[in-house]
C-alpha cells in the first residue's frame, strides 16, 4: 500500500508552526507497512486542495489530509471535499447529538457554526471522533482511499488510531517497508562510508541503506523493502551482526536509543557514578546526561569551569600548568577529569576543554580545537580533537565524543 | 514573489526526521516578504524530483530545494539536476581547491567521494557553501529560479543567509507580508491572551496576531498584509508601543532574540558577572548561557549538584536546612544561590532545585516543583513554581523563568 500525506494550513507555509501531524502520520504507516511516497502542505484555498487530489488520485492507494474542519470561516476542507465527490451536505444525527451533549454537559451554548460540524458530505463514511467535535471523512475514488481529519494534534492522532490504522491493518496483505536503525559515534559520514564501502555493497538488493549525520553522531537506517519485507527481522540481524564485526567501537544502540540513554545504562549495570568537569561543552554534557530519567541513581553532578581561576578552586588544577600548558591542553584536561572525581566522589568522569568560537581561536589552538578526557579510576584516556562548525556543532560533537570516549574506556575498547 | 519548497530526503516521509528545514525556510521567505504556496516532501528518486520540478516550474517565481547533496551513494540530487537542466557535470575548481584545503587542515586523507562533491552541472550558478563541502546550486528556467541546497540544517542556513536572501531581496519591488515578533516569558499563552484582549481587539483588520508558545516563552507574532505591508514598520512600532505598556515586565527581545542573548546583553552592559547553580536543571541554564558567543566575559561557571553531599561541599549549603526543610525549598535554593556567588566570585546568580519527574514526586512535593532563587549582590529573590509537561518541558521552563528572574531583578522590575 503507498500512500500521500496532504496538511492544509496557511500557518505552516508562513512557517509559524512546524507540521508535526505529517510526520507522527509517516510514521504511523511506516510502522504498520505502509510506504509514504509524497508529503505536501497546501493552503486553505479549494482550487488549490482540489489541484492536489487530482494529483494523487490513482496513482495512491491512500491519502490522508489533515487541517481546516474547524468551525471558524477559514476551514474550507469539508466543503471542498463535498464540491469534489459531487456530494450534497447532509446532518448527520448521531454527530449532532453528540455535539450538543458536549455543550450541554460543560453550560455552553452552542452556536449555528457547532450546529454546521455535523454536516458530513452525503455518501462519505463518517468516522466517529471520540476526541473532539469534527468527524473525520473516508472516501473511495479509482481504488484511492481519502481520509479526511482535523488538524488539532490529539483528535487527529484519536481517529488515526481508532479508524484509520485499524481498516488499513484488515486492508494490508503484506508489509511493504521494515526499518533498522544503528547509531554510531565517532566517524564523520564519509569516513563511515569508506569504511563500511564492501559491507555495504554485499546488502541484498531490497535492502536499502542511508546515512543520516547529527552533530557527532551518524545514524544508518537500514530499510527492508518489497520481497525483503516479509522476512525483514531475521535478515536485518544478519545483516547487523557483520557491520559489528566491522566497527564495533562506534556503534552505541538501536532504533533512536540516544547516547546518553545507552551511557546510562552502562553505568547502571556497571553500578559506576559520573561527574564531569566542563569549560567548552558549557553544561551540555551535563544537561544531555541529566535529560534521561533516574539519572541521579549514577550521575552526581558537574563544574563548570568558564574561567581558569576556577579551574584550579573547584577542580584543583595546577595554576602553573595552565600558564605553561595553557587551558587547552592534555594536562589540564587529566586534571580536570581528576579533580572531578575526587571533588564528586565518582569512580568516572569526563572533561572537555577547547575553543568552541567563534572568537578565541589562534594559529596554534584555532576554533574547534577541543581536548577530551575520561577517567574510570582505573584508566584514565585523553586525546585531542578538532571539531569544525558553528559553537553550536563544535559543542554538540565534543559532548557526543566525551560520552562515547568513556563508554569505550568502561567497555575496555580504546 | 511566489515559492515553493521541496525537500528531498526519504528519512522525512518513513517519519524518521521531521522537516525542520522546510518551516525555517518558510520562515525566513515570509520575513523578506515571499509567500509559500507549497511545500512538499518527495523521496530520493530522481523521476519524483523530476515530476515535482515539472508541475512547479513556472507557476511559482522561486522554488527553494534542500537534500540529497551528501557524499554517498542515496544522494541523487545534483545528478537529477544536471539531466533536468541538460547539463554535464563539470569540476569547479574553487570548490576542489576548498575540500582539498579542508581535509589538508585537518590532516585527513581525502576520498573520490569527497572529490565528487567539487562537481556541478555546468551552467548553473555555484553557491559557495562557508559551512561544509557540498556547494548550493542556482538554476532559472521559464521565470523561475531553482535553487538546490544541502539538507544539513546549518549548511542550508549558511547558504539562504549568505546567498538567498540577499539575492531576494534584490530582486524584490513590494514585499507581500512583514513580521515583528515579541517574545515573552513568564505568562502562559491562554493568560496573555485575556490579558492582552483589549489590546489585540483594536488591532487594524490588515495586522494578524498569532501566539507562538514554546516551553516557557511565547512568541506574538504581528503580520501586516496586503496594504499595511507597504508601511508595516511604523504601524507595528506603535502597536508594539501600545503593548509594552500592559506587559512591560514579561517582554525580553524581539524577532527571535534569545532570553539568553537578552541576559548576556543585559549583563555586559551593567559589567555583572554570573554564575548557576543547578539542581533540577541540571546543566541546562548553564548550557542556554554559554551557547551565546563571547558568553565568558560575564559566565563564570556552574556547579551542577545533583545530590545533597555536592550542595553542601560544593555550595556550603547547611547540612542540617536540607534534612529540615528537604533539598525542594526555600531555604535551600537561598543558599544555593548565595554560595554560586561566593564560590565563583560573581555579582550575580542563579540557582534551582525541583523535581524535574517523571519519578520523585510527593503529594506535598509534586513533579513540576521548583524553586528558583536569583540574586545581584543587592536583593535576593526566590519563589515557588508549579511547572507542568515532561520532564524536558519541566526544565526548559525553569531555566527561562530562572533568567527572566534575574534580568528583572537587575532591571528593578520585580
Redesign the interface.
Known sequence: MRSAVITIGD??????????N?????????IHGV?????????DNAS?ITAVLD?YIGDYDLIIMTGGLGPTSDDITKQTLADYFNSKMVMHPEILERITAYFKERGRSMLEANRLQAEVPEGCRVLINDHGSAPGMWFEKQGTIVVSLPGVPYEMKGLMEDHVIPEVNKRITVPM?V?R?IMTQGVP???L??MLRSWEKALPECV??????RPGIVRL?L?AVDKCAGEAGQLLEGIIGKLLKIIPEHIFGYD?MTLEESLGNLLKEKELTLA?A?SCT??????L???V????AY?????????N??KT??LGVDPSVIKEKGAVSREVVEQMASGACK???TQTSIATSGI?????GTDEKPVGTTWICVQNGIRSYAAKY?F??????I?DQASYTGMQLLRRLILGNI
Do not use: C
Open positions: 500557518e505552516i507555509l508562513i512557517g509559524q508552526v512546524t507540521d508535526t505529517a510526520v507522527w502520520i509517516a510514521q504511523q504507516l511506516n510506504r509514504v511516497g509524497e508529503m505536501v502542505t497546501v493552503s488549490q494529483r517497508v526499518h536503525t559520514e564519509s569516513y562510508a569508506a536499502k541503506l542511508a546515512y543520516l549525520p537506517r530499510t533512536e564531569s566542563e558549557g553544561g551540555n554534557i551535563a544537561r546526561v541529566t535529560s530519567p533516574g539519572s541521579s550521575y552526581t553532578g558537574s563544574v563548570i569551569a568558564y574561567n581561576r576556577i578552586e573547584l571533588a564528586f566522589g568552541a568560537g567563534p572568537d578565541g578538532s569544525s562548525g558553528t559553537r553550536e556543532r559543542i
